[in-house]
């Protein structure tokens, strides 16, 4: 299969390029290297893929690259992911989120893309208050805080809006909290990634609130196995909650990190306040991915750690 992924050199999508490479298929990693990192795809590149320098909002640049390598599944990974950044400036979160989303579309449909996969986010996009069901399923009508969350949303109306004008098949996968290889800590990083690079230079992690905030902590393997299913399942359509179906609490990676580290109780969190926009809990409910796709999680949080802290230590 010839494959496309946008944002092909960050933190999942060079994972996922790696994996399309283990099955045999021919990628072209999209990314404008603003977050993502040539060295992710390293490996990749030696192996036969390909990378194409630009930003996901040229929509020129976009449609010379998908007229050029003429992809069959697209992969859209490419995404403005900081919460506060989004916070701070939602017409920028608005420019990468939904404009470039809408720019792969009207790139695929052109090409004659048979099926696009797109990223949203499981926690971000529901929000809570007393309606948001735990652990939430994907009927939940999305009330997102954050800006970040609200343009998730409004890309995933726009992959609806292709397949019922166009007839392109998309399907939108919202992950849970994603980690493992390649995440920088230093980075758009998640807390496992943080708190495992504060870990080996000796540092306590740093706590926003009381530490009881809860997300579904998912292994950046796991999202790419996922990904393959979506694309590959003839009839998969909409949005599919993509976790674990376990919810931690920050405190709970705290010692699962521990324990994957082997260190004892002086590993100890400082607390800051709460940061806006923060969800205080997220918990997702995966019997759509488990039923439909046939996906499950395999990869344990403390084993996940243990892959994360090997890749940080090289």
């Known amino acids: 299969m010839r494959a496309l992924v946008t944002g092909g050199a960050g933190f999942i999508g060079s994972n996922l390029v790696d994996g399309l490479l283990d099955r045999g298929d021919e990628v072209l990693a999209v990314d404008d290297l603003s977050t993502g990192r040539r060295s992710n795809l390293e490996s990749a590149l030696a192996r036969?893929?390909?990378?194409?320098?630009?930003?996901?909002?040229?929509?020129?640049?976009?449609?010379?690259?998908?007229?050029?390598?003429?992809?069959?599944?697209?992969?859209?990974?490419?995404?403005?992911?900081?919460?506060?950044?989004?916070?701070?400036?939602?017409?920028?979160?608005?420019?990468?989120?939904?404009?470039?989303?809408?720019?792969?579309?009207e790139a695929a449909r052109s090409a004659g893309v048979e099926r696009v996969v797109n990223t949203s986010t499981g926690g971000a996009i529901y929000g809570e208050d007393d309606g948001v069901p735990m652990p939430t399923p994907?009927?939940?009508?999305?009330?997102?805080?954050?800006?970040?969350?609200?343009?998730?949303?409004c890309a995933e109306l726009y992959c609806a809006w292709a397949e019922r004008l166009y007839g392109l098949r998309a399907v939108t996968l919202r992950y849970g909290n994603v980690y493992g290889p390649r995440q920088d800590p230093a980075g758009e990083a998640g807390v496992i990634a943080i708190f495992a690079g504060r870990l080996l230079r000796g540092q306590r992690p740093v706590i926003f609130g009381s530490g009881t905030a809860t997300r579904d902590y998912t292994f950046?393997?796991?999202?790419?196995?996922?990904?393959?299913?979506?694309?590959?399942h003839p009839s998969a359509g909409g949005a599919y909650n993509i976790g674990t179906g376990v919810e931690s609490s920050v405190l709970d990676v705290v010692d699962a990190l521990r324990e994957?580290?082997?260190?004892?109780?002086?590993?100890?969190?400082?607390h800051e306040a709460v940061?806006?926009?923060?969800?205080?809990?997220?918990?997702?409910?995966?019997?759509?991915?488990?039923?439909?796709?046939?996906?499950?999680?395999?990869?344990?949080?403390?084993d996940g750690m243990r892959a994360t802290l090997a890749a940080l230590r090289g």
């Open 275 to 302: 940061r806006l926009g923060e969800l205080q809990r997220s918990s997702l409910d995966v019997t759509r991915a488990r039923d439909e796709l046939g996906f499950r999680a395999d990869v344990a949080l403390v």
């Open 220 to 232: 950046v393997g796991d999202i790419v196995r996922a990904n393959l299913l979506a694309a590959e």
């Open 260 to 270: 994957a580290a082997g260190v004892d109780g002086s590993f100890e969190p400082v």
């Open 48 to 105: 036969g893929a390909e990378l194409a320098e630009l930003d996901v909002r040229d929509a020129d640049a976009l449609g010379a690259a998908f007229a050029r390598s003429r992809p069959e599944a697209v992969f859209h990974l490419a995404a403005q992911i900081d919460v506060r950044r989004s916070l701070d400036d939602p017409a920028f979160d608005a420019s990468v989120n939904v404009l470039g989303t809408i720019n792969v579309l």
């Open 138 to 153: 994907e009927t939940t009508p999305p009330r997102p805080m954050a800006a970040y969350g609200q343009s998730k949303q």
